[in-house]
C-alpha cells in the first residue's frame, strides 16, 4: 500500500518482557476486522500474512515464529483505511498495550523506512518490507491475466516492473532497495511470491 510520511522518531517498540507473546488468531482476525473495512486492502493484508508465515516455515522456524511473521503481515496494514494519516503508529501503540512481542511490532514499525524512519533490522523486518510492494504489485498482475496465477513467470512481471504506468504508484526503488536488504535478488523474491501467494487464505 501507499504509504504517507509519518516519522515515528523512535526505533525502540514494545517492551523485552513481552517477548514470545503474540496474539491469539481470533484477536488478530478481531483487529482485521474492526478496523478494516476495505477488502482490497484486506486481500492484501492476508497475501502478505500468508508469504511471511510460508517464508518463516520454509526457513524451519518455530510455531511461534511462524504465527509472530503471520501476524505481522497480517496487521502490518490495519491503520491505514481509517486513519491513513496515522499510519503506522496507532497500529503499533495497538499491540504495545496488548503487550505483544517487541520484534512483531518493529517488523511492523520498519515496513517502510523511506516513510517510517525505522531501518528493517531482523529478517523478519527485512521480508515484510521485500514482501509488503510486491505482493500488491504480482496480485495486480494476476488480475489482468486471464489465467490469474497459473503459468505466471518471473520474466512476466519484470516486465510489468519496466512498464512504469503499470501499478504506477508501487515504487520500483523500493522493491529493489528492499530486495538488497534481503541479500535476495528480486527475481527470487518474485518467484517466491508467484509460487505461493496464490494459495493466501483470503476468508
Ligand atoms: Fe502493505
Ligand atoms: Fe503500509
Given at each position: 500500500?501507499?504509504?504517507?510520511?509519518?516519522?515515528?522518531?523512535?526505533?525502540?517498540?514494545?517492551?523485552?518482557?513481552?517477548?514470545?507473546?503474540?496474539?491469539?488468531p481470533e484477536e488478530a482476525k478481531g483487529?482485521?476486522?474492526?478496523?478494516?473495512?476495505?477488502?482490497?486492502?484486506?486481500?492484501?493484508?492476508?497475501?502478505?500474512?500468508?508469504?511471511?508465515?510460508?517464508?518463516?516455515?520454509?526457513?524451519?522456524?518455530?510455531?511461534?515464529?511462524?504465527?509472530?511473521?503471520?501476524?505481522?503481515?497480517?496487521?502490518?496494514?490495519?491503520?491505514?483505511?481509517?486513519?491513513?494519516?496515522?499510519?503506522?503508529?496507532?497500529?503499533?501503540?495497538?499491540?504495545?498495550?496488548?503487550?505483544?512481542?517487541?520484534?512483531?511490532?518493529?517488523?511492523?514499525?520498519?515496513?517502510?523506512?523511506?516513510?517510517?524512519?525505522?531501518?528493517?533490522?531482523?529478517?523478519?523486518?527485512?521480508?515484510?518490507?521485500?514482501?509488503?510492494?510486491?505482493?500488491?504489485?504480482?496480485?495486480?498482475?494476476?488480475?489482468?491475466?486471464?489465467?490469474?496465477?497459473?503459468?505466471?513467470?518471473?520474466?512476466?512481471v519484470k516486465k510489468r516492473l519496466k512498464?512504469?504506468?503499470?501499478?504506477?504508484?508501487?515504487?520500483?526503488?523500493?522493491?529493489?532497495?528492499?530486495?538488497?536488504?534481503?541479500?535476495?535478488?528480486?527475481?527470487?523474491?518474485?518467484?517466491?511470491?508467484?509460487?505461493?501467494q496464490a494459495n493466501a487464505d483470503l476468508?
Amino acid at each position: 500500500m501507499q504509504e504517507s510520511v509519518l516519522y515515528l522518531n523512535r526505533q525502540e517498540f514494545g517492551k523485552a518482557e513481552n517477548s514470545g507473546k503474540i496474539l491469539s488468531p481470533e484477536e488478530a482476525k478481531g483487529i482485521l476486522d474492526d478496523w478494516v473495512k476495505n477488502d482490497r486492502l484486506k486481500v492484501h493484508m492476508k497475501q502478505v500474512a500468508h508469504l511471511m508465515g510460508a517464508y518463516a516455515k520454509e526457513l524451519g522456524l518455530s510455531d511461534l515464529e511462524v504465527a509472530m511473521w503471520y501476524q505481522s503481515g497480517l496487521l502490518h496494514d490495519a491503520d491505514w483505511d481509517q486513519w491513513p494519516d496515522q499510519h503506522c503508529r496507532k497500529i503499533i501503540e495497538e499491540l504495545e498495550c496488548r503487550n505483544v512481542d517487541p520484534a512483531m511490532i518493529r517488523a511492523i514499525a520498519s515496513h517502510g523506512p523511506r516513510y517510517f524512519g525505522v531501518e528493517p533490522v531482523s529478517l523478519m523486518d527485512k521480508m515484510l518490507y521485500a514482501f509488503d510492494e510486491l505482493s500488491g504489485f504480482v496480485h495486480a498482475y494476476s488480475l489482468m491475466r486471464p489465467e490469474g496465477y497459473v503459468g505466471m513467470e518471473v520474466k512476466g512481471v519484470k516486465k510489468r516492473l519496466k512498464d512504469k504506468t503499470f501499478a504506477a504508484q508501487v515504487s520500483r526503488e523500493d522493491i529493489q532497495d528492499a530486495a538488497e536488504r534481503a541479500a535476495m535478488t528480486v527475481e527470487d523474491l518474485i518467484s517466491f511470491v508467484i509460487s505461493h501467494q496464490a494459495n493466501a487464505d483470503l476468508s
